[in-house]
């Protein structure tokens, strides 16, 4: 079973300008996941789909981030314009609710750099 | 106040020996329970979780919950060098796929041979 496909791996940028990510979870997941993880914390979620619906936002600064799933399949993560502050880690998550669990896996993330 | 705490590290522990990480929780509501070891520069894995009180066995390694106290906890046996990375703990909040998922920061966890 592939996992969950994220790109880039890598991008670095420069303040202001804008970057997009790319997600593809695990074939028959409903749940996606967007998560920012700065070096040394625990992963901070941005946003949550289930199916093309979202679910939780609330932490997602909604003035230059947004995120879509189109189709309920693949989703797309976009930053304009990028601060400094937004150097992190950007992950990717799926999960299948099974019995009201729901086991996340996660995509290899994309490392972003902001100068 | 946290929703998700973890003592940060790092826990260095000799090879061989016993590897204890704990996580509480401020949620009494939680349901769900997760651990994932996050190597560095690489994603989190996940490799525990635990649904009900008490122990939860697998290979090495064992978690344990007690709903009473809000405290999840997991033993790593036999550590290896290997086991060495940082074991994020995860809570979630109902049993819906709409539930909130809240992370811990991590304990490092280093395994000296």
């Known amino acids: 079973e592939a996992g969950v496909a994220q790109s880039p791996r890598y991008k670095i940028i420069e303040k202001r300008q804008s970057v997009a990510f790319w997600c593809n979870p695990i074939?028959?997941?409903?749940?996606l996941y967007w998560y920012q993880q700065i070096l040394g914390q625990g992963p901070k979620l941005l946003i949550q789909?289930?199916?093309?619906?979202?679910?939780?936002d609330s932490q997602l600064p909604k003035d230059r981030f947004s995120a879509e799933r189109l189709k309920g399949v693949d989703s797309t993560l976009k930053i304009q314009p990028a601060k400094l502050e937004d150097s992190a880690v950007y992950l990717c998550?799926?999960?299948?609710?099974?019995?009201?669990?729901?086991?996340?896996?996660f995509g290899p993330g994309t490392r972003l750099t902001v100068t | 106040q946290k929703e998700v705490e973890q003592n940060s590290g790092p826990l260095s522990v000799p090879e061989g020996a016993i590897a204890s990480l704990n996580c509480t929780y401020s949620?009494?509501?939680?349901?769900?329970f997760f651990w994932y070891r996050q190597y560095s520069g690489k994603s989190p894995e996940l490799i525990m979780f635990?649904?009900?009180?008490g122990d939860k066995e697998d290979g090495r390694f064992t978690a344990q919950l007690n709903k009473a106290s809000q405290y999840v906890s997991l033993l790593i046996r036999d550590s290896q060098p290997s086991d060495s990375a940082t074991y994020l703990c995860?809570?979630?909040?109902?049993?819906?796929?709409?539930?909130?998922?809240?992370f811990g920061s991590g304990t490092r966890l280093s395994i000296r041979p």
């Open positions: 998550a799926s999960s299948l609710l099974a019995g009201g669990h729901n086991e996340q896996y």
């Open positions: 074939s028959g997941h409903a749940t």
């Open positions: 789909f289930q199916n093309n619906g979202v679910v939780d």
């Open positions: 949620d009494r509501g939680s349901q769900s």
């Open positions: 635990i649904y009900s009180n």
């Open positions: 995860a809570v979630q909040g109902g049993y819906s796929s709409a539930s909130k998922i809240i």
